[in-house]
């Protein structure tokens, strides 16, 4: 990546670059906000990525199988009944998001939102093709030419073969990886497949490459209602306003070289934070809600400060508080609210998972048949069992019954579960035929699963006596 350039030479470069409209072509720069930037970049695609490759005994690790109404997860199956846990999940992390734009503004938007994630990216390959933010301006600018298409068509295929494997990554994760490539290979791929390849693809080719800033300032609805969580202590991206006014060119020369303060401030004007912001803005107009605090134009202002042999921090992370002067105050309650909101969800989730049944039973009283009275005169009503394993194992499951004098099963009373899956079995439950009035008599069915005794279900159900 370029490094800024000289003080000196920006200016031309800052009134061809800063448009209200039209592309912006970011300048690249180096600092700790963007090797963080880059870091998450990493991590979040290795996951996003490799994650799909990755098997766990046998199967896809993670793995949304819709067909079969389940969520692998190394191991851990959720079923549709675990919903609330998968509500509590997103509940967490959205307070967290609250949290978190309650102290330091849209961290998530300038660091780990897809859209930025991926943004970064196609801007990486861009400038790999086509050159940095000059040579881009310039080629727009230039009339068509086969070196024009040239490079705008590499820019392109990149694009859309980096999109394309995108909408592999994603839909391999609900038809799995090791069977979609095949699939795609040898055009054996069913409608639903076809359409979320497409359409991902499709998506991410518009978003990242073409749409870009206009999404974070025209379609995100986060960008508009983030607000009512600042207060005067969140920390976002900040022009120190007291330091740097009034801005001036002259103020390196009054002041860098002889050590005098000058009456100017510390701002030189470059343009710099302007060039390098992919939303277009200039953060020394104020707080906009275009800014994603990604904090490039901190790397690029605390570089021009260096240069210009003053402190870094004339753009910062800084609340409304400490730009005034002010101590930070203290018993902030929104931060009391969502810290609470997010203990109570997490305990709320801990308790829900330790109350979760790995083991769900549907009975259903055969209505064919009210009631028979059997060869030795006892009265037998007929019953279907739907057994559901929710782990994917091997399990037996032990069927009693109670609840008349007298009850028992007749026949089998041990079944054979489906690893992860759902049995269907037929039970005869039987009594004498005094065990009570004529009429529907409560019941109580018990399954256990035999390799694992703490696993078991009680379900009600009714026996009709003629
Ligand atoms: S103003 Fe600064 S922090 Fe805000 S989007 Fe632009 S570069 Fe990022
Ligand atoms: S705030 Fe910093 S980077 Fe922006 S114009 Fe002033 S000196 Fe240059």
Redesign the pocket.
């Known amino acids: 990546m370029n490094a800024p350039a000289p003080v000196n030479k920006v200016r031309e470069a800052k009134l061809e670059l800063y448009r209200k409209k039209g592309k912006i072509h970011a300048r690249e720069v180096r600092g700790r906000f963007n090797s963080l930037r880059w870091a998450v970049v990493w991590v979040t695609q290795l996951i996003f990525f490799g994650s799909c490759w990755l098997q766990w005994n046998g199967q896809q690790a993670v793995h949304f199988d819709i067909a079969h109404e389940k969520l692998r997860l190394f191991g851990l199956v959720l079923w549709p009944q675990d919903a609330l846990l998968l509500a509590i999940a997103l509940i967490l992390a959205a307070t967290g998001l609250f949290l978190v734009t309650a102290v330091a503004g849209r961290l998530f938007c ?1 660091f780990a939102c897809p859209q930025t994630v991926y943004t970064s990216i196609f801007m990486w390959i861009e400038t790999r093709v086509e050159g940095d933010h000059l040579a881009r301006l310039k080629l727009d600018q230039a009339p068509t030419s086969a070196r024009k298409l040239l490079l705008r068509g590499s820019k392109h295929l990149l694009w859309g073969l980096f999109a394309a494997w995108t909408a592999i990554t994603f839909v391999g994760y609900f038809t799995p990886v090791r069977e979609l490539l095949p699939a795609i290979a040898d055009w054996q791929l069913g409608p639903w497949e076809i359409f979320w390849l497409l359409f991902y693809a499709v998506f991410t080719y518009v978003q990242a490459g073409l749409a870009r800033e206009a999404v974070c300032q025209h379609m995100c609805p986060y960008s508009r209602f983030q607000g009512v969580m600042f207060d005067s202590n969140t920390r976002t ?1 900040s022009y120190d306003v007291q330091r740097g006014e009034p801005r001036s060119r002259q103020a390196r020369a009054a002041s860098g070289s002889t050590g005098i303060k000058s009456a100017k401030g510390d701002c030189v004007d470059c343009g710099i ?1 302007v060039q ?4 277009g ?1 200039d ?1 020394r107009d104020g707080l ?1 809600y ?9 790397d690029a202002c605390d570089e021009v400060m260096t240069r210009v042999g003053k402190p870094a921090g004339l ?1 910062r992370f800084a609340s409304e508080q400490e730009l005034a002067g002010k101590p930070a105050r203290g018993g902030r309650p929104r931060l009391a609210v969502y810290g609470g909101l997010i203990a109570l969800f997490v305990a709320l989730g801990a308790w829900t998972a330790t109350q979760r049944s790995l083991l769900l039973v549907d009975i259903l009283r055969d209505r064919g048949s009210l009631a028979r009275e059997a060869a030795d005169g006892r009265i037998e009503n007929a019953y279907t069992l739907k057994l559901m394993n929710l782990v994917e194992e091997a399990r037996d499951f032990e069927v009693s019954v109670s609840g008349l004098p007298g009850i028992e099963l007749v026949g089998a009373s041990r079944f054979a579960g489906v690893p992860g899956g759902i049995r269907e079995v037929h039970a005869t439950v039987a009594v004498p035929a005094d065990a009570g009035p004529t009429g529907a008599h409560p019941i109580h069915f018990e399954i256990r699963a035999v390799q694992d005794p703490a696993t078991r279900i009680s379900e009600k159900s009714t026996f009709v006596l003629p």
């Open positions: 300038g991206v934070c390098v912001c992919p939303t803005i953060i906009q275009q800014c994603i605090n990604c904090g490039l134009c901190v753009i």
